[in-house]
């Protein structure tokens, strides 16, 4: 059974800093490209980090440059989002995504609340 199970959502001030994890099982998580996504209300969803499956080539989305790093542990299966200086803007569901070929996984989402 393929599962993407998302950690480490919460509220946090502006400037502060978040780290989510995402675990995944079920699948060869080293052939995937995995990403995080996020969906604020009443917004589409929308690319945030991205990391290949080998070599770790990343790509990060404008908003977010120079504050998100994502990084993988192919051995724990896990992903992970390095969030500092955070905006209230960066308020979202945050979504954890597997991607090889046709085969498409996602998480249920952990919610990010920036605000004092």
């Known amino acids: 059974q393929v599962q993407l199970v998302e950690s480490g959502g919460g509220l946090v001030q502006p400037g502060g800093s978040l780290t989510l994890s995402c675990a995944a099982s079920?699948?060869?998580?080293?052939?995937?490209?995995m990403s995080w996504h996020r969906q604020a209300p009443g917004k589409e969803r929308e690319l945030v980090a991205r990391i290949a499956s080998v070599g770790g080539s990343t790509n990060y989305a404008d908003s977010v440059k120079g504050r998100f790093t994502i990084s993988r542990n192919n051995a724990k299966s896990t992903v992970y989002l390095q969030m500092n200086s955070l905006k209230p803007e960066d308020t979202a569901i945050y979504y954890c995504?597997?991607?090889?070929?046709?085969?498409?996984?996602w998480g249920q989402g952990t919610q990010v609340t920036v605000s004092s």
């Open positions: 079920g699948f060869t998580f080293s052939a995937y490209v």
């Open positions: 995504n597997g991607k090889w070929y046709a085969y498409d996984h």
